[in-house]
């Protein structure tokens, strides 16, 4: 394709445009003439009113030399469509049919002119501005013969309508798509019977969502129809977080180096889905190299432009673009059109040079001779016009899916039944000032166009109108690039995309009879990166797409049980995040139990009670004999018993912690303990007293008595009790959930509530042991063969290691292992009190009754 510089398009202006100059010996009238011939190929027919057709009929042109010295030779125009000259064809069926119809448009006879513009700017242009100029310069040099150009159809629309908006006629596209087309500013007589991109844009975006392609690359042509498709279609990608992997312009002038260029990016990226809004013949080359170079394992997604193209659908191009998918405008039959087709032919039209080319280019035969060669290098034959188009199957006489033909058939009946609105306009009732009507003979184009602007009819069942900025409804025929019979390209509608039927339920597929690039079946995959499974969440990858990211595992305590979570949803406070991350579970329960270390420490704890009784068992049993009375027989029973609770309140410990619980074994274990220690203490303090009152005079003892030993017990004892009424009056134990040691547990344990409590409880513990042990210690070396100081000093020793071994072990030992320790801080003292104070005694009372004696006791 040639683009227009500016410097051209004056050139053609100038050409064309009439020069007024005086008529000899004539002052008061004016004369012009012409600058310039037309020389376009086209169809001519006159009417009351003339309908302008402007058709790429050819697809490549020779630029002729432009030195601006000279008037430019005429383009030349190669590579003939049949496909768009069935087009043009179509224009002039619909001519003929309103024409012939009484009931639209009667007493008015429609003509037209239609010209190639051999897919050109320039060309397009040039055909534009003949179809409003007169063909012809009469002898009196007036300029006459003005052609009554009411509406224009063409394909190129920018341009054009740029060129002769001055002029104000309507303009009505039947191929451009662009969604800039649709700025009522830029264009305000632009109409269109296609679909803007940003309807295709849509449906191309529900495309790529329907099969989660989040990867994809985009191919594009340098004019306004490409750019401005692809950036609609980069700002709806984003919405939908679908990232661009590249995004190749293909020039307008064709360059090799590009081609490759765009080919190497392609094959080196890991995006397996490309997106192209390019014209099929910008197009072209790149395809041709993409199939030379036997690339496979790319989706394409095509545009309109493309999509349903015969360029691409020979064998050749199967197996590297076959499964190609892409939106098509909606296609229709055309009763009759095919007749009307058939029957084009030479000796109809001897002077027209676009109708012989037709029947060179469908029978491969020449009208002149000539040095021209087929394809085989044998000279064409002579056409002998007895060629029949019915017997020759071509892009020309196949109206199965016509679908810009249509386009072109709906735009010159939107034009007849807006013109056939303003002739029927009620004189007082009309839509201008002072409710007045057109005059018929004399059209304003701005009344045209509103009569367009406001015309609805039905047609085929589908209803045509126009909204404000000049656009129709949106309706597109999904098409998949199939295998056929004989290994060409088979355009298959598997879907649509209807705008009119609102939202989520516009777009339709049926993915069964898909046909996918390969031959697969399976929906072929085009991401940067694999979708995060539940569990994982997306991490961004500095300086990448967004589509590129890593999947990063969820934290402890978080799930996300959804594929491609962008975060990690936190679980409730009492549950925990299974193995997988993928759902919250209820925290694990745990506290000391009697399925565990329970058990032992249950039986160490009765094992020590039932010692301890069968101790007291002994002693009531040998009550009588020195060994018992000498020690006090009623602090030792005191002992026994506070010993015995001590063993049995460590029970109290295991077990699911709950408020009676936690206040009963904090409370009992304190208060036997504090029992235990007071009645030591008394015995010590007794047996330091007993060997003080030996001194002569001495009557310590009276203070000492047996009743004085049950005051200060009680005493002792009572203090403890107070602590412990306070501590459960203020700030009781209770039970609680703790995770400070293991977020994925919940401990249940009991809160002392009070620490000060607590530790006052443990202290005074302390205290007593503390004075017990230094009493004990001072009379350690009293006289006697049994002195029972030093084995309450050895008591109190071990008693005051263990407990001040539990602080550190208390405070460090997470959990259940808590009450553990503490459980065997209790059984380690009560065992260590009853060995050291009572072992010794058993041991002479049951294995050495001979020791058992006043004489032995008394000893010096």
């Known amino acids: 394709m040639v683009q227009a510089t500016a410097m051209q398009l004056l050139l053609i202006l100038a050409l064309l445009s009439p020069v007024i100059k005086p008529t000899p010996g004539k002052t008061t009238e004016p004369a012009c003439t012409l600058q310039g011939n037309f020389e376009l190929p086209g169809f001519l027919a006159d ?250 394992g790319i989706q394409w997604i095509a545009s309109e432009a493309w999509i349903t193209s015969s360029v691409f659908s020979s064998r050749k191009f199967y197996p590297s673009l076959g499964g190609t998918i892409g939106f098509a405008i909606r296609s229709r039959e055309i009763p009759s059109l095919k007749d009307f087709l058939l029957k084009v032919h030479p000796s109809l039209y001897p002077d027209n040079a676009l109708v012989k080319e037709l029947w060179s280019t469908m029978f491969g035969c020449t009208f002149q001779p000539s040095n021209t060669t087929d394809q085989s290098g044998r000279g064409l034959p002579l056409c002998t016009g007895h060629e029949s188009l019915e017997e020759k199957y071509s892009e020309y006489t196949d109206v199965s899916s016509l679908r810009f033909s249509y386009n072109v058939y709906k735009a010159v009946y939107a034009f007849a039944h807006s013109l056939h609105n303003l002739i029927n306009c009620e004189p007082g009732k009309g839509p201008f000032d002072n409710f007045t009507c057109a005059d018929i003979s004399n059209i304003e184009p701005y009344q045209l166009q509103h009569y367009i602007q406001e015309v609805s009819f039905t047609m085929f069942g589908e209803e045509i109108n126009f909204d404000n900025n000049g656009d129709t409804s949106a309706f597109y025929d999904l098409i998949n690039w199939q295998r056929d019979t004989d290994g060409t390209i088979r355009f298959v509608t598997v879907g649509l995309y209807d705008e009119s039927k609102g939202v989520g339920k516009e777009f339709v597929i049926n993915e069964k009879i898909l046909n996918w690039s390969g031959d697969q079946t399976k929906v072929p995959s085009s991401v940067c990166t694999e979708s995060c499974p539940p569990g994982t969440r997306k991490g961004v990858r500095r300086g990448e797409p967004l589509c590129c990211f890593d999947c990063l595992p969820c934290a402890d305590g978080e799930i996300s049980n959804q594929t491609d979570s962008i975060e990690c949803i936190q679980c409730p406070v009492d549950f925990w995040s299974n193995a997988e991350r993928t759902e919250c579970i209820p925290k694990e329960i745990e506290y000391l139990t009697y399925d565990e270390m329970g058990v032992t420490l249950t039986v160490i704890a009765l094992f020590g009670a039932c010692l301890t009784i069968g101790v007291l068992a002994v002693f009531l049993h040998y009550k009588n004999t020195p060994i018992v ?65 030996t001194q002569p005079g001495s009557n310590i003892m009276k203070w000492f008595g047996p009743i004085q030993q049950r005051i200060m017990i009680s005493a002792c004892t009572s203090v403890q009790i107070i602590i412990c009424a306070i501590w459960l009056i203020a700030m009781p134990p209770f039970p609680s959930k703790n995770t400070k040691y293991q977020s994925s547990k919940i401990i249940l344990e009991c809160d002392v509530g009070s620490t000060l409590a607590f530790w006052c409880v443990l202290g005074y513990i302390g205290v007593l042991a503390c004075m017990c042990f230094v009493l004990a210690f001072l009379a350690r070396k009293l006289p006697g063969n049994f002195n029972e100081a030093k084995y309450i000093t050895f008591s109190m020793l071990i008693f005051c290691a263990v407990w001040i071994a539990f602080i550190p072990a208390y405070v460090s030992s997470p959990g259940k292992y808590t009450v553990a320790v503490e459980i065997f801080a209790i059984l380690s003292s009560s065992f260590g009190l009853l060995f050291c104070i009572f072992a010794p005694k058993c041991y002479i009372i049951l294995l050495k009754p001979e020791k058992n004696t006043k004489q032995y006791i008394m000893g010096k």
């Open 629 to 693: 009375r000498v020690n006090n027989s009623e602090l030792s029973f005191f002992i026994l018993l506070s010993l015995a609770l001590c063993f049995l309140s460590s029970i109290a410990f295991i077990g699911e912690p709950a408020n009676w619980s936690c206040m009963f074994r904090h409370t009992v274990f304190s208060i036997t303990f504090s029992l235990c220690i007071s009645c030591i203490l008394g015995k010590t303090v007794v047996v330091l007293m007993v060997f003080k009152a």
């Open 47 to 296: 009417g009351d009113i003339i309908i302008a057709g402007v058709f790429p009929i050819h697809y490549r042109v020779l630029a002729p030399e432009l030195n601006y010295t000279y008037k430019p030779a005429a383009l030349g125009c190669q590579g003939f469509s049949s496909r768009t000259f069935r087009r043009a064809q179509t224009m002039r069926f619909a001519i003929k049919e309103i024409n012939e119809n009484p009931s639209l448009l009667p007493n008015i006879t429609l003509g037209y002119k239609m010209y190639d513009s051999c897919d050109t700017h320039v060309g397009a242009v040039r055909a534009a501005l003949s179809v409003i100029n007169g063909p012809k310069e009469v002898s009196s040099m007036m300029c006459s013969g003005a052609s009554p150009v009411k509406v224009i159809i063409t394909s190129f629309s920018s341009i054009v309508s740029n060129t002769l908006q001055p002029f104000k006629i309507p303009l009505i596209s039947y191929a451009s798509t662009c969604a800039c087309l649709s700025n009522r500013n830029n264009y305000p007589h632009f109409f269109r019977t296609i679909p803007s991109d940003y309807y295709q844009v849509k449906a191309i975006v529900q495309l790529v969502k329907h099969f989660g392609w989040t990867w994809v690359g985009g191919v594009y042509e340098d004019t306004g129809y490409g750019i401005f498709a692809f950036e609609e279609l980069s700002k709806e990608l984003k919405k939908i977080g679908v990232c661009l992997a590249y995004c190749e312009i293909i020039n307008e002038a064709y360059s090799r180096k590009r081609i490759l260029e765009i080919i190497d990016i392609m094959k080196k990226s890991s995006a397996k889905v490309v997106i192209s809004f390019t014209e099929e013949g910008g197009l072209y080359p790149l395809l041709t190299e993409y199939v030379q170079q036997n690339i496979t």
